[in-house]
């Protein structure tokens, strides 16, 4: 069946306009006669585009690249270095500011310098507002993290404050999580509000521009129903073949291992103006709609932190996950400066009859005598017998398992899993990766070390059948609909609830943002009991993400699935858990 999955939803803004194309932005700059101009760019944006373009159509007297202002390189690289640190993956949540990336005296002698020009003075980069003291126009050129990631691999883009264009893609993105997007996220948050107007430049030489009260009418708007973010996918050593069919992606790349579905930290959000659409950070309505998108209680445990991740994990006629384990909550922020641990569960979505996972040590085992194994693995490429020491258990579609932090696990060849998890995504201690190099060509990171501080051996077979290991109750049921709670174990802050259905069902948010996916059935539409907001329709495989604000919403079969069963996974905060889970 030919695949329905929309990969670029557009969130339709009403009674506002956008300016595209380098020479109509110039012509709406001018009108307004600014002395100096101020274009903010957060790390990622070419900002030789945007100085080339602005002097080609504006031709200012004076015209500033911010980089001639901050510190040297090398002062830089040692002052993130402690936050960056060597290990090959993980680093620590830096609490530098944007200013720290300046001397105080060099930004004086540029301000000096601008008020001296009569013209019209432009100032482009990151820190663009620190030099230019009162511009009278600011701009804001913003650029989602997914895209910042595509220009590292394609070494076109470099860390904050470096020229590191050709470092490897690992560095690159370890330096951004820890340092540049803490920074430049902080002084958003800051500046935002006091800007003019907000640029796109995702697509080379496609800018598209609009006013920051267009930004933020827009984005209370996007809270006022369901939306979906922009997916993004990826191939990985281990990658399948199902999402290609199901998601209609290029077929002509080896396989695709990830699937992100809800990432707001790295999503896109498209925004449609009329004919033309705007792309900026989903993590933008994090940022600035926070209360009405996460809920009160919600907003008060994490602040404006999306807390719920879904992404599909594809190894459909491919291999095994790596065998890995998750840090525990104190270890994590000891290690890595991060609030709160990576909690996550497998909700199964499709399954070869010979599907499995890796969950929970076998009786018995002796850490010594594991870890040692793991480390000759490591050390002379000898395999490691997991089966000797995790237990392998057959899953079936629909089944889902809870994996707490501290669970040695991984999801085995043939299965397509939605991970349904916590946000802090990329702290996985590999333990085994099967002998393999990445797509690369190099071996994947092992965090043994890590993985030995963490893991929890009393997590046996036992325990993980009682405890973790396909966990489902009853809730209620009516005419055409039967609801349960499946895949939470005691320790998670995340609630799923999973409904069957071939008739309309009623839903409510109760003030804590709703993450859901059709994990069955071709299509539904989501509507609003009071028609507060447009329906909605979602395909297969489809997350959408409903605010707090929203309050009742109904799913109902639709389409060519009228009269046939679908079926949603449901993921929202335990608010009760906040206080314990979260230290804001």
């Known amino acids: 069946m030919k695949s329905n999955f929309n990969k670029f939803p557009v969130v339709e803004i009403q009674d506002h306009h956008c300016m595209a194309g380098w020479e109509n932005i110039a012509e709406q700059l001018k009108r307004d006669i600014p002395k100096i101009i101020a274009v903010e760019c957060y790390p990622g944006v070419f900002v030789e585009e945007i100085i080339t373009s602005l002097q080609k159509f504006l031709n200012p007297q004076l015209l500033v690249n911010t980089q001639q202002a901050m510190k040297s390189e090398h002062e830089i690289a040692a002052m993130v270095q402690p936050y960056v640190t060597d290990d090959p993956v993980f680093g620590y949540i830096a609490p530098l500011k944007l200013e720290d990336y300046f001397d105080p005296s060099t930004i004086a002698e540029f301000q000096n310098q601008i008020a001296d020009i009569n013209g019209c003075t432009v100032v482009v980069g990151p820190g ?41 893609f690992a560095y690159q993105y370890k330096h951004a999580y820890f340092v540049d997007w803490r920074v430049c996220d902080h002084y958003k948050k800051r500046i935002l509000n006091n800007c003019n107007f907000v640029l796109d430049t995702t697509l080379l030489n496609q800018p598209k521009m609009i006013s920051a009260t267009a930004l933020f009418d827009a984005l209370q708007q996007t809270v006022k129903a369901p939306f979906r973010v922009v997916p993004f996918f990826d191939p990985g050593p281990w990658g399948g073949q199902w999402l290609k069919e199901v998601c209609d992606l290029d077929r002509s790349l080896p396989n695709y291992a990830w699937g992100f579905d809800c990432v707001p930290e790295e999503n896109s959000l498209l925004l449609g103006f009329g004919n033309q659409v705007v792309e900026i950070p989903s993590i933008n309505l994090v940022f600035f709609q926070s209360e009405a998108l996460l809920g009160k209680q919600v907003y008060d445990g994490f602040g404006d932190e999306f807390p719920i991740r879904f992404d599909f994990l594809d190894t459909m006629e491919g291999g095994n996950l790596s065998l890995q384990v998750h840090p525990l909550k104190e270890y994590i922020k000891e290690k890595f400066g991060m609030p709160y641990t990576q909690d996550e569960s497998y909700y199964m979505l499709d399954t070869k ?43 079936r579609k629909h089944d889902h398992v809870s994996i707490p932090a501290g669970t040695v696990h991984c999801s085995g060849a043939n299965s397509v899993v939605l991970e349904i998890s916590a946000t802090p995504y990329i702290f996985t201690f590999k333990l085994w990766d099967w002998g393999r190099m990445g797509l690369d060509g190099k071996p994947r990171p092992i965090s043994l070390e ?22 489902t109750e009853p809730v209620a049921e009516g005419d055409g609909w039967r609801e349960e709670r499946t895949g939470l174990d005691a320790s998670s802050f995340i609630e799923t609830r999973r409904h069957w259905f071939t008739k309309k069902v009623v839903h409510h948010t109760q003030d804590v943002v709703n993450v859901l996916n059709l994990v069955d059935g071709r299509e539904v539409i989501v509507e609003s009991p009071d028609l507060s907001f447009e329906p909605y329709i979602i395909h297969y495989a489809e997350t959408f993400i409903v605010p707090a604000h929203v309050g009742a919403y109904t799913i109902t079969p639709y389409g060519e699935s009228i009269g046939k069963e679908c079926v949603t996974i449901k993921a929202s905060v335990r608010t009760n858990m906040i206080t314990n889970k979260v230290l804001k």
């Open 450 to 471: 890590h993985g030995r501080n963490v893991i929890q051996w009393d997590r046996t077979s036992s325990w993980t059948k009682e405890n973790i290991l396909n966990l």
């Open 128 to 168: 663009a507002t620190l030099l230019a003291k009162k511009p009278d126009l600011t701009i804001y050129a913003d650029m989602p993290r997914w895209e910042i990631q595509m220009r590292y691999r394609k070494n076109t883009a470099c860390n904050l404050g470096r020229f590191n264009y050709t470092d490897s």
């Open 353 to 395: 009859e010979d599907a499995f996972v890796y969950l929970g040590l076998k009786e018995g085992v002796d850490p010594d005598s594991m870890m040692q194994q793991l480390e000759i693995a490591q050390n002379d490429q000898i395999p490691f017998d997991a089966e000797q020491y995790v237990q392998k258990w057959p899953v």
